[in-house]
């Protein structure tokens, strides 16, 4: 097949963040299928556009065999406040609706637009009627709730006309792809959509990267060419410090652990991150770091040379919905997840017995539970290998990309693009 990808946010190669499609599109590629990636230039977490990209509207790169890249122009004001990401978001829609019409020179077998964003899946709508191919949408958050709950959607007529691009992204697509079931309940009990037309690929371990880089991974030694110290219990984060990420957690809760053997690392970037730099100094809370973003394979090697990992977003009703992208990188590394995030996630760690469930916004539950761990060792152990043995059979990577690409094949041999009712 020759499917057309749209992706504001499609990571650069080694560049840090979530990265389901890079993953996926990887194992689609070495099945012989042709993917081609309409992406934004500037990343999800900086804000921050690569000095190539600069002065120009489209940057069109062969990523690897198979995959092409067209990265759009995204404006530059998307990281100064809301009004200048929305425009960010406008200008990817208009430079990517074109990139896609012009600028591909390939016939597709069908486009599959990831949201958040919203506009993606107009971008997607657009040049499925133009080039009479379907379109499949997939839902990685519920937009615009999740906006709206995290406040950072406030503006009422912003937030009726994201409310109209989601219907429309529902209604034009063939499948609608959600990673938790809470979301297909959703979209079947509260926006109506026919349970029929929706799909359930989750998000995934990925154990090959993990695999590969625990051969003959030395724990101490790279803790030590790290300058991490051993008698320290130590906690990974690994993501988004954003508004909806609620990082001021671990800091509070490393406070009331400053007597304790316990180190948090915070690896990642954000809108959130100088505060928290900030705020770490201004307390002198010392039992954090921070560390900017890493290649993926890098991010494997501080998850194995931890000892336990960090899932966090601030308490509202919308992030009951989600699981966790870096809680299933944790369980891969056969690491207990410490779970600040209620809802489908906790029941995954608690049905799994991989994790200890923190209370959202409470740092006195966090810090309880952590000295859980520091005084039960073997529990940490027991959390570990249960995480990994759950993810192997039901979050495997490998195997639910390629059930993904049988959905895919499906649409495409139903051999319809037109919009049905």
């Known amino acids: 097949m020759n499917i057309l990808l749209v992706h504001q946010y499609y990571l650069e190669k080694n560049d840090g963040g979530g990265s389901r499609f890079n993953e996926m599109t990887a194992i689609w590629a070495d099945k012989g299928h042709h993917i081609t ?30 995959i092409e890249v067209i990265r759009c122009h995204v404006s530059e004001a998307y990281n100064k406040n809301f009004l200048g990401r929305f425009w960010g978001y406008l200008s990817f829609t208009f430079f990517s609706i074109w990139a896609g019409l012009f600028k591909t020179g390939k016939k597709f077998d069908l486009i599959l637009a990831t949201s958040p964003p919203l506009f993606t899946g107009i971008v997607a709508i657009i040049i499925s009627l133009f080039k009479r191919v379907p379109y499949v949408f997939e839902v990685r958050d519920l937009w615009p709730e999740s906006a709206i709950d995290a406040g950072v959607l406030k503006n009422k007529l912003i937030i009726k006309l994201s409310y109209w691009m989601e219907a429309k992204s529902y209604r034009y697509a063939k499948i609608i792809n959600v990673l938790t079931p809470a979301f297909r309940d959703t979209l079947i009990n509260v926006k109506h959509i026919a349970p029929e037309k929706i799909i359930f690929i989750p998000n995934a371990a990925d ?9 003959d991974f030395n724990k101490e030694l790279f803790k030590s060419e790290q300058g991490l110290s051993s008698d320290y219990f130590l906690i990974t984060y690994v993501g988004a410090h954003g508004l909806a990420n609620g990082l001021g957690l671990i800091l509070e809760t490393a406070k009331k652990l400053c007597d304790e053997p316990v180190l948090f690392l915070l690896i990642g970037t954000g809108m959130e991150k100088e505060e928290l730099v900030e705020r770490a100094k201004t307390e002198n809370i010392n039992n954090v770091q921070f560390l900017d973003p890493v290649p993926k394979s890098e991010v494997f090697k501080y998850i194995l040379a931890s000892d336990a990992g960090a899932s966090i977003l601030i308490k509202a009703e919308t992030f009951k919905t989600i699981y966790s992208n870096k809680t299933f990188d944790y369980m891969s590394c056969k690491k207990p997840v410490l779970l600040a995030i209620d809802g489908v996630s906790r029941e995954l760690i608690e049905t799994a017995n991989c994790g200890l469930f923190v209370e959202p916004g409470n740092a006195n539950d966090f810090a309880e539970k952590i000295k859980l761990y520091l005084e039960d060792r073997d ?32 649409v495409v041999k139903g051999g319809r693009w037109k919009v049905e009712g």
């Open 207 to 215: 154990f090959n990267i993990a695999e590969h880089v625990s051969k």
């Open 379 to 410: 529990m940490v152990t027991l959390h570990g290998e249960n995480g990994y043995e759950y993810a192997r059979k039901h979050f495997d990577r490998k195997v639910l990309a390629g059930k993904y690409l049988e959905e895919l094949e499906k």
């Open 37 to 66: 990636v309409l992406a934004g230039m500037v990343h999800y977490n900086t804000g921050l556009k690569n000095e190539k990209y600069r002065n120009k509207w489209f940057y069109k790169e062969e990523y690897t065999e198979n």
